[in-house]
């Protein structure tokens, strides 16, 4: 593991490091912290690409669209 490996060259852990590793709303068997992450809203990107998409399919030809779809920092112990 990690850990032992750090352990192994003399770092103490957590005194001169703390691993964190995983991903948010994981439970890991050593208790990780949350980590912080960015939500990018894929859901909602592939939802209004698939309805341009769709659009120029059925012949739209209207200019070509943009859309703002920010993304939303989720902040966990390790900001």
């Known amino acids: ?44 990107m592939g939802r209004l690409a698939g309805e341009m998409l769709t659009k120029r399919i059925e012949g739209n030809d209207c200019p070509p669209e943009t859309h703002h779809v920010g993304g939303d920092l989720i902040v966990g112990q390790t900001a």
């Open 1 to 44: 593991s990690d850990r032992e490996a750090l352990k192994e060259r003399g770092i103490k852990v957590p005194d001169d490091v703390t691993v964190a590793s995983g991903i948010r709303g994981v439970a890991l068997p050593y208790g990780s912290p949350d980590l912080t992450t960015i939500d990018y809203h894929r859901i909602m």
